[in-house]
């Protein structure tokens, strides 16, 4: 997106060395329902870029963020979850913060495999789409764990070591 076209609460907002607040708060298709965040979620949106996007990133390569953080209006417009992870702050609480990501220099399987492999990021959530194109990631609490969606709706739960090994 053009430098001016990006609203003046997000001009300039770096959250990490390669992902702005914009980046993570942007909607191609609904542009008119992105709000600023509140400092709570701006938190929560910088530790991710710092602690789980910027290591990806650095280990993938080039990636673009499809969607990040949603307020309530947009997310119900996406066809978002009621409590989905991409709001940050539901019901007045944490929930997790997530992203869904599209690889650029390698392709999406690969991305996946390499979310599998590198366990010391907070990623404990990850979904892969691969007749959509992208890779949920999110920070939920419990157990890390991998699902395929192999049409709308549908998810297969996976194991690690079978993330390790997926192919498309």
């Known amino acids: 997106m053009s430098e001016e076209k990006v609203p003046e609460w997000a ?4 959250l990490s060395k390669n992902f702005s607040l914009w980046e993570l708060c942007r909607s191609e298709k609904h542009p008119d329902l992105v709000e600023a965040p509140s400092s709570t979620v701006q938190y929560w949106l910088q530790w991710w870029a710092q602690e789980a996007l910027q290591p ?3 280990e993938i390569g080039k990636m673009h963020i499809d969607s990040g953080y949603r307020n309530r209006k947009l997310n119900r417009a996406v066809g978002g979850e009621l409590e989905s992870s991409h709001q940050v702050i539901v019901t007045g609480k944490f929930k997790a913060v997530a992203t869904d990501i599209v690889p650029l220099e390698i392709n999406l399987d690969a991305a996946f495999r390499a979310i599998a492999k590198l366990k010391t990021l907070p990623i404990r959530g990850a979904i892969i789409y691969p007749k959509r194109g992208f890779i ?3 920070s939920r609490d419990g157990v890390r764990t991998f699902w395929i969606s192999t049409e709308p709706g549908k998810y297969h739960s996976i194991s690690c ?7 498309i």
């Open 136 to 138: 949920h990631i999110d």
């Open 56 to 58: 990806l990133r650095d």
């Open 11 to 14: 001009k300039g907002i770096k």
């Open 161 to 167: 070591e079978e993330a390790l090994k997926f192919k």
